[in-house]
């Protein structure tokens, strides 16, 4: 019998983030939102790549991402716009983190 570790089963961070993507609407995403824990991307960025980078602690690529404003974190301004909206968004947590964009542009 072999064993293997959580974790240990040979699949990229990315691969396993992908399992952890999923669409939801503004409801879920507001107690994070006001938690300061959500964090909007920018299309041209993999949701997967990002928490990827969180989740190994890449500090240099995510700090360039919140610098260039492909990586926002959301505040109330942005919350207001959504309760009227109400938009899906796909989202990935990366705890504590959670990452979004809305699924229409």
């Not at 396993?16 to 609407?25: I, R």
């Not at 989740?55 to 301004?77: F, I």
Request: aromatic letters at 10%.
């Amino acid at each position: 019998m072999k064993y293997v570790l959580l974790g240990e089963d040979g699949a990229s961070a990315e691969e396993k983030l992908s399992g952890y993507t999923g669409v939801v609407p503004w409801s879920y995403l507001r107690p994070h939102c006001q938690n300061g824990v959500l964090y909007f991307l920018d299309p041209a960025l993999a949701l997967t790549d990002v928490g990827a980078a969180i989740a190994r602690n890449e500090s240099t690529k995510v700090e360039a991402w919140l610098k260039s404003g492909d990586l926002v974190k959301l505040g109330e301004v942005h919350s207001v716009q959504w309760e009227k909206e109400s938009p899906e968004f796909e989202s990935l947590v990366v705890s504590p983190f959670v990452l979004c964009r809305p699924v229409a542009w």
